[in-house]
């Protein structure tokens, strides 16, 4: 046999090299391809014997060359691995070390033999290719060195503390910071598919990240933002894995801290506001990490382990204090020229300071254990349990990562509260491959399980019929009325005058301040827009305030239980085939029980005569006959099953083929064990063409063409296929024995003032067999028929090129749309609601959802090699349409497939026109770069640049049902663009290698050094006025403009006014002990 | 070992799997309920003497509401036992006249639950459309007599007003619905109705075969039964039915004095077609 004769060098090759093997199968792994060829003909060499080794497989893999001399091995854990390649005649093996593979490409190294007669290997140190010629994807991988080394993840926002891996997702060509993540070629965030090892975290119920895993614990992390092989689906979105590190037979490990003091921050900006007595301050006290983690071996070549814990804590300092209305001694109020606001003055001795805090701890633990060549088999165990809120504190919100409250208006009882946030993630992986590599099994078991509560802030959860769970939310919200019905000026005295409230009526004067700072006194008021001189009481106006009990509770458990197979299949059939199919099984669960403290929210009429049961679960079994449900429970599930085949296929080692299919189907189960919705047919077809002009893996041309089909987040089971049953009455709040204070002793009581039906006003008609009660809604929302899933086309297609070593450019052209979207509409103005797709079956009258992305990159990738690295890109990009995504990002809205995007007829005009992430520019750079000092030492430097034009902004008014901001007055997109956003963060840092092994770096990131304060949102409310959308209107139809009443529009004047600006200067001070 | 054997049968592992992939692909069906907003109904003649003063009836505006029964999941509502409420204006007016009543009226003012008397209440036969997504309450019922609203003297207080009231006699109205029945798809969730109906009025019977529509829409012309965002949906057939009278929005007379004819004659938009009545 022409191979025993190599059996000694190989035997020693692989000693040396033979560490660990992790199996990272599936999404992350790695293909390596080439040819052999003789040095001095050119031509192929047949049966060459290529063998590959490295830190992360154990023993080597081998490929002998076909015909024409090519070879390619798949399924490689991404990592550094030595190729070494032996032919009959030609002596002299030849060995490439070094080779660096990244998650999911493809790298290609041609290798030239010598005919000679020596037995010596020849050593060549050439960095590996760096285009992945087997791929048409679109994204980055960001591995461990680059996020060590550039300040990637900005300290806010969400998974900002503990820096995970979905914020450095950002990093992406054409990827952006929404409200609840990355948004990744103009869609929402939660259309992402997260992975965590090829385990999905997805949040079952809502589609955002659920284990937001520190990028301390990860070798890398992989962004597809599209262009994505049929092996990933259920997101039309971007796929983001997380690939965790591992243990090898050499022992490594890290220990690290890194602190952000918010008594550095730069000067922040204050967004000033017409009209409340409470302004509050929101800074940042400090945030930061500390971990370690540790990787090694159990049993040497067989069994290694790696771990690690890491604690992350954000404090934010929230700063209230009290202002009053200035009045000038001839008693008339003062309005400030330029901004038209009311001028204001802090009262001394109000100031009321809080915190608000969060802290998350990340365990990590992870076996790989390798009996023989074939099998390896692996289990990692994530638990991440998360604290915010209580004890005086005010909580952290875990979907958005901010502080939960804006403005300190209301008792801590009722506005702040204490959250648990807890993810738990077991894995169990399987890879078994054949000894001649032609087959590869991948069997994956994994179980994804989070815990969210919300609880009152003295511990009492929902249900609880004590503390503060058991009493109600109150909202007071009386507003001023200056004006009678015929237009005439009022007086006080007269009847409708009416003013809001003074926060002393509310909330008592803070101790330290001069008594009576706040009492009431007569002056004039001339509004700016009217020129009406008011006469005025209240001297420190409080325009809502919310008191009592903290309102909605929640306990939230939701699972995700997943089975899946994947077999590679290596052929050979003109040219070579990477063949993969497989199947893919989810099952997802949602527990939800939430409820209203108190059973309910209660909030006063704007008139000042009663309350409302704003929000309180219950249902009518009768006329005028309620039944409350104090906490609604409801177990919702869904069943997805898929499977999907594809063909990599290497046509005459030129051009590269991948062709494939993916199936999937959903269901979504009712809290009552029936059948929510059905999504089955979701066919994905996925075709790309890739073409190496150089033939030598230096260069590629692609095109690739994807459907893309989205999972539907539990969420509609839960609140639309099931149903949050809800009524309300008025109760009447003026004369004895009324409910004019929902917290007085035994009014929320049975039978209490605010409970019985003797002050529960008769609002029903001649026709309303319901004189006393209203319904605010009732059951499941019913499905049409004909619904198809949402999904979206894209198609990509461009080219990149090695100039020169370790460094590609690149462009790239997206074209995505939605294809069809899965919502909620009423035809009947929100009296009953079905869900379809707009503009399709029963919703034909609708519009059609749209959603289109163009976008043009250009990028150049350096990795990091000979002291320095670099990535950039520059991003031109339009995203219109009428509908955004999974979220409304003007309202925060997150009721993935049925926010009120198209609900009402009467608000679907205007709708069409810029999206808010429509971003035309976005420059982003990052680079890296390491100065010898010599003696073991290392000055580190680096920083990223970011640049991008301003977004588009609206013109929103009232709905008389839906409310603030839903009312698109003229199209979408009509308002100011806001302006370009700059961002420059450096870092330095130095590295001192104290012994063999040992190495102490300590850095400080610089985020926004120039201390940019650029608008980041404005103001887009034009009028608190119910207004209906001018259909095609431009600025100029707004002066003739009326309110739905047909009286003139009062503008907000707070219209067009900042009411976010960039994050001040920060700095973030690092300390690493590595070994 | 023979390992060229082994992967085969583990490939059809996946093949299997997705073979039980099953699953269904229809829709569920929705549960029964009556729509949140009025109904439009039009009355057509089937019994009694066409000139008799019960019989005078050519609509109505009906009021409905769909109640659960207690008892269901988590102290939820028991979707699967619904029952329907029917109230007609018309007979809510004769209600809401007492209640507002400037003086007490005796044997109505402080009665329980005189607001509920129009109400006429009956269960569904189940919680599901059946075959032609239809759901039925075989019978509703409701009647009351309305005491006499009671004669209101002159205010001597105020000289140059008269505000005598002569007394209303009492008045027993019945209303007995049977046979009433919904559609019931994601597309018409309730809002298509009919039944008949036996209506007396102090010893007065007629009875009627009603077909309703949800929501009620004011008319004048077939066109404004079709306008985009009238809340109808826009596939059902629907006209203009100038007959019906609502007391609450009544027609304008012409007014003699000026040369143009202010006259407008406002009717209700009704089903053109039995249900399910689509174009």
Redesign the interface.
């Known amino acids: 046999m022409r191979r025993s004769a190599w059996i000694t060098i190989l035997g020693a090759v692989a000693a040396q090299a033979a560490v660990v093997s992790t199996a990272e199968a599936g999404p992350s792994d790695a293909v390596l391809v080439g040819v052999v060829r003789d040095a001095s003909t050119g031509e192929g060499i047949e049966g060459a014997l290529v063998i590959v080794t490295g830190e992360k497989i154990q023993g080597e893999r081998t490929m002998t060359t076909n015909v024409s001399g090519l070879y390619r091995i798949p399924n490689l854990p991404p990592g550094t691995y030595d190729v070494t390649v032996f032919a009959q005649d030609y002596g002299a093996g030849n060995k490439r070390a070094g080779l660096q593979l990244r998650a999911g490409t493809t790298i290609r190294v041609d290798v030239q033999l010598v005919r000679s007669g020596t037995r010596e290997v020849i050593e060549v140190n050439v960095a590996a290719p760096t285009i992945d010629v087997g791929n048409g994807a679109t994204g980055l991988s960001v591995d461990r060195e680059m996020a060590q080394r550039v300040p990637i993840a900005i300290p806010t926002g969400k998974g900002a503390a503990n820096r995970s891996f979905e914020a450095i997702a950002e990093a992406t060509p054409g990827a952006r910071n929404d409200t609840y993540g990355t948004s990744i070629a103009g869609t929402t965030s939660p259309e992402n598919k997260y992975y965590v090892d090829g385990l999905s975290v997805n949040d079952p119920g809502f589609g955002l990240n659920g284990t937001g895993l520190s990028m301390e614990f990860l070798e890398e992390v992989r962004i597809e933002a599209g262009g994505y092989m049929p092996e990933h689906g259920r997101s039309t979105g971007g796929v983001i894995n997380a690939v965790t590190k591992s243990g090898s037979n050499q022992f490594h490990g890290n220990v690290w801290a890194y602190y952000t003091p918010g008594q550095l921050e730069g000067r922040r900006e204050i967004a000033r506001r017409e009209g409340d007595a409470i302004v509050t301050e929101r800074n940042l006290n400090w945030i930061g990490d500390a971990g370690f983690d540790i990787g090694g071996r159990i049993i040497k070549d067989k069994l290694w382990f790696y771990g690690g814990v890491s604690i992350a804590r954000t404090v934010y300092d929230l700063t209230s204090s009290w202002n009053r209305v200035s009045v000038d001694p001839d008693g008339n109020a003062l309005i400030d020229p330029d901004t038209k606001f009311t001028v204001t003055e802090r009262i001394a001795g109000t100031t009321q300071r809080f915190k608000a805090q969060g802290t998350t701890v990340q365990a990590l633990g992870k076996l790989t254990y390798s009996p023989n060549k074939r099998n390896t088999l692996e289990i990692l165990a994530i638990y991440a349990p998360s604290l915010s809120g209580g004890n005086g504190t005010f909580g952290m919100n875990a979907q958005t990562g901010q502080p939960e409250v804006l403005n300190l208006v209301g008792d801590y009882g009722a506005l702040a509260r204490k959250y648990r946030d807890n993810s738990t993630d077991l894995q169990f992986k399987w890879n078994w491959r054949d000894d001649d590599g032609k087959w590869n099994f991948d069997t994956i078991l994994g179980w994804h399980h989070q815990l969210n509560q919300r609880n009152a802030v003295d511990g009492t959860r929902v249900g609880d019929t004590t503390g503060l769970a058991g009493t109600p939310s109150v909202v007071y919200r009386r507003t001023n009325n200056f004006y009678g019905a015929d237009g005439g000026l009022l007086e006080p005295g007269m009847p409708g005058y009416r003013e809001v409230h003074s926060l002393t009526d509310l909330t008592p004067l803070p101790g330290g301040a001069p008594g009576g700072a706040c009492d009431p006194m007569m002056y004039s008021f001339t509004d700016p827009v009217l020129m009406d001189a008011q006469t005025r009481s209240v001297v420190c106006p409080i325009r809502q305030w919310t008191t009592g009990g903290p309102g909605l509770l929640y306990d939230r458990r939701l699972d995700r239980l997943q089975a899946r197979e994947i077999v590679t299949r290596l052929a050979r059939g003109a040219g070579h085939h990477v063949i993969k199919f497989g199947v893919d099984f989810e099952y997802t669960q949602y527990n939800s029980n939430r409820g209203y403290s108190g059973n309910q929210i209660y909030r006063e009429s704007t008139n000042g005569t009663n309350f409302a049961d704003f929000r309180m679960y219950s249902f009518l079994s009768g006329p005028d006959d309620a039944n409350v449900i104090r906490n609604l429970n409801w177990n919702v599930m869904s069943t997805t099953i898929g499977g999907f085949i594809q063909d990599s296929w290497s046509i005459m080692d030129k051009v590269t083929l991948n062709a494939g299919l993916r199936y999937d189907a959903q269901h979504l189960f009712s809290g009552d064990r029936t059948l929510a919705m059905a999504l089955p047919n979701q066919f994905s077809p996925r075709i790309g063409l890739i073409w190496d002009p150089t033939y030598s893996g230096k260069a590629k041309l692609f095109v690739n063409y994807a459907r893309f089909y989205q999972s539907v987040p539990l969420n509609l089971a839960d609140r639309a296929g099931t149903g949050e049953p809800g009524l309300q009455s008025f109760h009447n709040a003026v004369g004895p024995g009324s409910c004019s204070d929902p917290l007085a002793p035994g009014a929320n009581d049975p039978g209490g003032a605010c409970t019985n039906d003797a002050n529960r006003l008769l609002i029903g008609g001649p026709a309303d067999a319901d004189q006393r009660w209203a319904l605010a809604s009732a059951g499941k929302t019913p499905i049409d028929p004909r619904l198809k899933p949402q999904s979206s086309d894209e198609i990509v297609a461009g080219g990149e090129y090695e100039i020169i070593p370790d460094t590609r450019l690149g462009v790239q052209y997206t074209h995505r749309w939605l294809h069809r979207a899965i919502e909620d509409m009423s035809r009947d103005e929100a009296a009953t609601y079905f869900i379809g797709n707009p503009g399709y079956g029963i919703a034909k009258d609708f519009p059609k959802a749209k959603r289109v992305y163009d976008s043009a990159v250009l990028f150049v990738e350096k990795r990091f090699a000979k002291h320095w690295m670099i990535t950039g890109s520059y991003t031109l990009s339009w995203l219109r349409g009428n509908l955004a995504g999974l979220f409304r990002p003007e309202t925060g809205q997150l009721d993935p497939n049925t926010t009120s995007d198209f609900d009402l007829i009467s608000l679907l005009e205007n709708r069409s026109g810029y999206l808010p992430g429509d971003t035309r520019h976005s420059f982003k750079v990052f680079t890296a770069g390491e100065i010898v000092l010599g003696n073991g030492q290392f000055l580190r430097l680096g920083g990223a640049l970011r640049a991008r034009s301003g977004g588009p902004t609206n013109y929103l008014a009232s709905h008389v049902l839906y409310g603030f901001d839903e009312s698109f007055i003229l199209p979408r997109g009509s308002g100011e663009r806001l302006p370009w956003n700059f961002s420059i963060d450096p870092t330095v840092g130095y590295t001192k290698i104290l012994r063999k092994d040992l190495r102490i770096t300590v850095s400080m990131d610089v985020f926004n050094v120039a201390n940019f304060q650029q608008i980041l949102a404005i103001d887009e409310r034009y009028t608190f006025d119910e207004v209906n959308p001018i259909k095609g209107g431009t600025m100029a139809d707004l002066a003739s403009a009326t309110t739905t009443g047909g009286t003139p529009i009062t503008v907000n004047p707070n219209f067009g006014n900042p009411t976010f600006y960039q994050q001040p200067r920060q700095f973030r001070f690092g300390i690493r002990l590595s070994f | 070992?023979q390992?060229?054997k082994?992967?085969p049968l583990?490939?059809l592992?996946?093949g299997a799997?997705?073979l039980v992939?099953g699953?269904?692909?229809?829709?569920?069906t929705?549960?029964c309920?009556t729509?949140?907003?009025?109904y439009a109904a039009q009355y057509e003649l089937t019994s009694g003497d066409a000139n008799s003063p019960c019989a005078q009836h050519k609509g109505d505006?009906?009021?409905?509401?769909?109640?659960?029964?207690?008892g269901?999941?988590?102290?939820?509502?028991k979707?699967s036992d619904p029952?329907a409420?029917?109230?007609?204006?018309y007979a809510?007016?004769l209600?809401?006249e007492a209640?507002e009543y400037p003086v007490d009226v005796p044997g109505f003012t402080g009665e329980k639950g005189v607001?509920?008397w129009p109400?006429a209440?009956g269960d569904f036969e189940s919680g599901l459309p059946d075959g032609e997504d239809l759901c039925h309450v075989p019978q509703l019922d409701s009647m009351f007599t309305r005491p006499e609203l009671p004669a209101i003297a002159d205010d001597p207080m105020t000289a140059d007003v008269d505000e005598t009231v002569e007394a209303t006699p009492p008045t027993a109205v019945a209303y007995e619905w049977s046979n009433a029945r919904w559609l019931n798809?994601?597309?018409a969730?309730?809002?298509q109705f009919e039944a008949d109906l036996k209506f007396t009025q102090d010893g007065c019977t007629a009875e009627f075969h009603v077909v309703a529509v949800?929501?009620a829409v004011h008319c004048v012309t077939d066109e404004d039964c079709t306008t985009?965002?009238n809340?109808?949906?826009?596939?059902f057939a629907v006209e203009c039915d100038n007959r019906i009278n609502d007391p609450?929005s009544p027609d304008v007379a012409d007014d003699p004095e000026t040369p143009a004819n202010e006259a407008v004659d406002y009717g209700l938009c009704v089903l053109a077609r039995p249900i399910p009545s689509y174009e």
């Open positions: 070992m390992p060229s082994r992967p583990r490939a592992v996946p799997l997705l992939v699953g269904s692909c229809t829709q569920p929705m549960n309920t729509a949140h907003l009025y505006i009906l009021g409905m509401q769909t109640y659960f029964a207690t269901g999941i988590n102290g939820t509502a979707f029952s409420a029917i109230r007609p204006q809510g007016l209600v809401a209640l607001e509920h109400n209440v798809t994601p597309d969730q309730g809002t949800s929501p985009t965002g809340g109808i949906n826009p596939d609450l």
